[in-house]
């Protein structure tokens, strides 16, 4: 339940922020209907799926929600899922790869999951974003902005 609201949590920020901006929210989907197939016969499974237009640019990202949860090994791994995906030239919905942003619960988590990121192999850095549930939204538009 705690995961579900989560998503739902961003999606009412993000609509509430869209409202200020000259920027669209061009899609938004919560699993299941965000799933997509991951090009070996399975599925990669990110909780969210959005689509921000810009002044500069659209932007197309899979969202992870993190409620520390799962150990952050498990976390790894599913890193390596959109990183394997990426490097076989797979391309999600839009035919882009989208950009995978972690949302966590607690800056403590955060911080844990950058260092992940960190250490995993590039373009890692390029790919994966992560914040905490209160920064997603302006975490999503400042890169919106770039």
Known sequence: MRHTLMVSELYAALVE?????DAKLMAFAAEPACWWPDGLGGWMKPD???VL???HGRDHWWVEADLATESLPTIRRKLLTYLSFMERGQLGPGEV??????????PARQSGI???VWHLPEPARQLFGVSTDVEAVPYLFSVLRE
């Open 53 to 55: 237009d810009g002044p």
């Open 97 to 106: 790869m989208p950009r995978v942003l972690v949302v966590t619960s607690t």
């Open 17 to 21: 922020q869209i409202s200020s901006t």
């Open 48 to 50: 969210a799926y959005l």
């Open 114 to 116: 950058r260092e992940l």
